[in-house]
């Protein structure tokens, strides 16, 4: 797997560090309004690491949501479709929706769009990645891990075809392998 890398383009260090930060921002955003209750509905199966570590820096109340998109063929972005809905009830309940990239923004719309007519308290995201040169004005992020170049990545939960989730840090892969 490690010959197919081209470049680290964010170190296991530097995503630790920034969970870190993020989960600290979201414990005080939601601290003073914890009686409505809180899920976090994590988008499959790009943020399964990132839902996982995050989790373990918030020491809030919370439930865990899960539900299932496709939007990717390769490098290339589809019409963002669910696979699996969700399997809680948000009504009432805070939401902080969880994703690892805003590229186009068409996954998060869309799952937006699918909660709010359960009636949540509210609904916020926080996607470890954003391409800001992509990201579409009416989907905005309200936790951000990093901004990146506009480039595709793997690692940490992101894939290739399936491939490359377990990589601990975020890369870039060698031109050949995205060919192949
Ligand atoms: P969007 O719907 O275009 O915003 O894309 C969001 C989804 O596409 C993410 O949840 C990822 O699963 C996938 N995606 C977007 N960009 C990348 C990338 O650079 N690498 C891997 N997956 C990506
Ligand atoms: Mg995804």
Redesign the pocket.
């Known amino acids: 797997m490690d010959h197919d890398i081209d470049r680290i383009l964010i170190s296991r260090h530097r995503i630790a560090e920034r969970v870190m930060e993020l989960a600290a921002e979201i414990a005080r955003t939601y601290a003073g309004d914890v009686e409505a209750g809180l899920t976090l509905v994590t ?1 499959l199966s ?2 399964l690491i990132f839902l996982s570590d995050l989790i373990r820096c918030l020491p809030l109340r919370m439930k865990i949501g899960l539900i299932t ?1 496709s ?2 063929k390769g ?1 290339k ?1 589809t019409p ?1 479709a669910i696979l699996q809905q969700l399997n809680t009830d948000v009504t009432g309940r805070h939401v902080l929706l969880v ?10 719309r869309l799952v937006r769009e699918q909660l709010v007519s359960a009636g949540p308290k509210s609904i916020r995201t926080c996607v470890l990645l954003r ?1 800001p040169s992509k990201a579409p004005p009416d989907v905005p992020a309200d936790f951000v891990g990093f901004d990146i170049e506009d ?4 690692g940490y939960g ?3 075809n399936d491939h490359y989730r377990n990589l601990p840090d975020i890369a870039v892969l060698r031109p050949e392998v995205y060919a192949s």
């Open positions: 988008i790009g943020s998109v939007s990717y490098t972005p963002a994703d690892d990239i805003l590229d186009t923004g068409g996954t998060l391409k480039v595709f990545v793997v992101l894939d290739f």
